[in-house]
């Protein structure tokens, strides 16, 4: 019974470290993809379009970021509470969750821009900044990680 919480508070960080990182898998893809398509209209959008698709990858990086601030509190716990462990498994949980909807959300979007830039549309600027709009839930779901988790 007493490795319970260490169980919970590990699930959650499996669980957030894995969402993300596959969210930003299924993002980086589908931009990658858009430029694919699109290369074929226009070789030299390869730059711009390359940027645009490593802006759902960050998410990834915000899950193990709070996977690794969350692993440095559970090796720190010599008797961690179940309360601690609740903690760091719904933080996992909401992370996870909106690392993972976010980076697909973010990926949709810069995908539509890459599109209309190899149609000859001067969208670049455009989405860059657009894209940052689901990027904002990400920073804000790991910024309340980071406040989230026990001390």
Do not use: H, R, W
């Amino acid at each position: 019974m007493e490795q319970l919480p260490f169980f919970l508070a590990y699930t959650g960080m499996g669980i957030m470290l894995a969402a993300a990182c596959i969210g930003s898998a299924f993002g980086v893809t589908i931009g990658g993809n858009a430029t694919i398509g699109a290369l074929k209209k226009n070789p030299d959008l390869f730059g711009s379009a390359m940027i645009l698709c490593a802006l759902p990858s960050t998410q990834g990086l915000y899950g193990f970021a709070a996977f690794f601030l969350a692993l440095g509190k559970v090796k720190v716990m010599e008797a961690m509470t179940i309360n601690e462990s609740l903690a760091i498994l719904a933080v996992g949980i909401a992370l996870g969750i909106v690392g993972f909807y976010s980076a697909i959300k973010q990926a949709s979007l810069v995908a539509n821009g890459i599109n209309e830039m190899a149609n000859g549309n001067d969208v670049f600027g455009k989405t860059l900044i657009l894209g940052v709009f689901p990027e904002l839930y990400a920073i804000l779901a790991f910024a309340a990680a980071f406040l989230a988790l026990p001390a």
